[in-house]
């Protein structure tokens, strides 16, 4: 079993990892307080005996494994495995490398379970712009298409050890989708709770998988209260980002990810979507045990980027309050008036020396459009505002000789509404235009 215990970001005060799930308290017990339209306090984090890591495990070790396969290094994530291990030994070295194989104690499920939802294993991709060199994160061709399926899987296996078999999850449409597609795979069943104003595509997806699908008549900040109080009073497992701490958990896979695919040389900057804040603050946890374990020298800088109709992070940045306001923008993957993880998402651009930017909707799709017709990638509007800025801060000449990282969380596809924007409808071609075809060179 791992060595792993909860602690609240707030008060610190930490929790014996049987106290927190066998009672099924998602926030502090002491301090945690939900409120609506405002962010979370009580957050707990995850935290591991990192000693025992270090003596342990190697870095070396780590980056001989294949991205996109969390489970391999196990004894960073709060499930409980069983280990078979094939020792080979090796005629240049003196060491003994062990291969493992895992299948879950509590579920009886298999390796083949774990398979099921493994990311693509060449997430990390080096593009160029306009001759100016960067890195994309590409979770655009997850298993549901989307960086939430490292959130959702986390959680969906913690649910099968506790013997949970219904998830639900408040969601502008992403994380709903992922929950909906995971569960599907696994044998769970999800009730998922949207906004009125979610884009066909994304409330097609959840419905295609079979999720209960709950549409409120409201934004994502009700339907994130409403599926409080349904779950509650039903005695559903809870999803919802940041107020389930796995959520924050499993979204830290990404910086794994990215010092595994990058051979330890993770970039200087990295360009982060920011709605309710649970992406950066995963990526800045994950970023943070690297560091813990000894095995980077520094955190990169994470620079978090808002839509302008939905910037209460970048405007706790910059004045250190919060007031609430209904968030509106076509980035409806981050339009979030009171983002959950407010004050973990402010400690990350903190704490790691970043910035917090906002972009509008003109400057989205317009790097939407940029993305697609340069680079040859679909992406939704919410990835696109990372690209916007990266833009932004190349205009401005903030990078220098710097190769930053932006992170594509969500594919396009999922939402065809924006992509109509800029993509004009046709009609067939007549006679002429026919004629006029074949004579051009």
Request: net charge positive; glycine share 8%.
């Amino acid at each position: 079993m791992n060595s792993y215990f909860y602690k609240c970001f707030d008060c610190g005060k930490s929790y014996d990892k049987d106290e927190i799930e066998k009672n099924l308290f998602y926030l502090c017990p002491t301090c945690g307080n939900v409120e609506k339209n405002t962010p979370l306090r009580g957050v707990l984090l995850i935290n591991y005996d990192y000693e025992w890591i270090k003596k342990n495990h190697s870095v070396d070790e780590i980056l001989k494994l294949q991205p996109g396969k969390f489970w391999q290094y196990d004894y960073l994530w709060p499930l409980e495995f069983t280990r078979s291990h094939t020792e080979v030994r090796s005629d240049k070295e003196s060491h003994i490398n062990k291969v493992r194989d895992f299948s879950f104690v509590l579920s009886g499920r298999t390796q083949n379970d774990m398979e099921k939802i493994s990311l693509p294993s060449n997430c990390c991709l080096k593009l160029s712009y306009e001759g100016n060199d960067f890195f994309v994160l590409d979770d655009t061709r997850n298993p549901t298409l989307s960086f939430k399926d490292r959130a959702s899987t986390l959680v969906v296996f913690k649910a099968m050890q506790l013997g949970i078999k219904r998830i639900a999850a408040a969601s502008t449409g992403n994380a709903g989708s992922s929950l909906a597609g995971i569960c599907t795979r696994l044998g769970l069943e999800s009730v998922i709770f949207v906004p009125k104003n979610i884009p066909d595509a994304k409330r097609i997806q959840i419905q295609s998988y079979g999720a209960e699908l709950v549409i409120v008549n409201g934004d994502y900040d009700l339907a994130f209260d409403t599926c409080l109080e349904v779950s509650q009073a039903r005695g559903w497992y809870n999803r919802n980002t940041a107020y389930n701490p796995l959520t924050i958990e499993g979204k830290k896979s990404a910086a794994y990810d990215l010092f595994i695919s990058s051979k330890g040389k993770l970039p200087e900057v990295i360009f982060v979507p920011v709605g309710d804040g649970v992406i950066i603050s995963g990526l800045y946890k994950g970023l943070w045990e690297l560091k813990e374990l000894g095995w980077i020298e520094r955190i990169p800088k994470l620079i978090a980027v808002q839509a302008k109709g939905s910037n209460a992070v970048v405007k706790y940045f910059r004045s250190g309050k919060f007031v609430y306001k209904p968030a509106k923008s076509v980035a409806d993957s981050i339009c979030a008036g009171a983002p959950r993880a407010l004050y973990l998402a402010h400690n990350a651009i903190v704490k790691s020396g970043g910035d917090a930017i906002d972009v509008t909707d003109k400057e989205i799709l317009g790097a939407q459009k940029v993305v697609a017709q340069n680079l040859g990638m679909l992406i939704e509007p919410s990835s696109a505002s990372a690209f916007a800025g990266y833009q932004k801060y190349l205009s401005a000449k903030k990078l220098g000789s710097r190769i930053p990282l932006v992170m594509f969380t969500g594919n396009g596809l999922k939402d065809l509404s924006a992509l109509s924007t800029w993509n004009k409808g046709q009609h067939p071609y007549n006679s002429k235009q026919l004629a006029d075809l074949m004579k051009k060179k």
